[in-house]
């Protein structure tokens, strides 16, 4: 089963950017669409974005569309590419992975990431 690694989280200032990549552990990475789910402290794990297999969709949250952007290349890694952070992005990032069509559901998830903790400082 595919293994997945979050990296680039940070402390950054609100109005930076940052970007977060998730890295495969295997070759059948295409098979997967790939999800990126935030959660803050004392709240639920919520839906951020959402590419498809061959990376021809995406879905945004309304909270970041406009500002973040989910890219995947031909290898093993995908990317969340933050803009224009704010205080209320401040969360532990988890990307996810499913072996069927795009999804926003967090339960059509079976496969996760450790996660990675990005905090925006106002």
């Known amino acids: 089963q595919v293994q997945l690694v979050e990296s680039g989280g940070g402390l950054v200032q609100a109005g930076d950017s940052l970007r977060l990549s998730c890295a495969a552990s295997?070759?059948?990475?295409?098979?997967?669409?790939m999800g990126w789910f935030r959660q803050a402290p004392g709240k639920e794990r919520e839906f951020v974005a959402a590419?498809?297999?061959?990376?021809?969709?995406t879905n945004y949250a309304d909270s970041v569309k406009g500002r973040f952007l989910l890219s995947r290349d031909n290898g093993k890694t995908t990317y969340l590419q933050m803009n224009t952070v704010k205080s209320e992005d401040t969360a532990v990032y988890y990307c996810?992975?499913?072996?069927?069509?795009?999804?926003?559901?967090?339960?059509?998830?079976?496969?996760w990431g450790q996660g990675t903790q990005v905090t925006v400082s106002s």
């Open positions: 996810a992975a499913r072996p069927w069509g795009i999804s926003s559901l967090r339960s059509d998830y079976n496969i």
């Open positions: 295997e070759g059948t990475f295409g098979v997967y669409s």
């Open positions: 590419i498809s297999r061959a990376g021809k969709s």
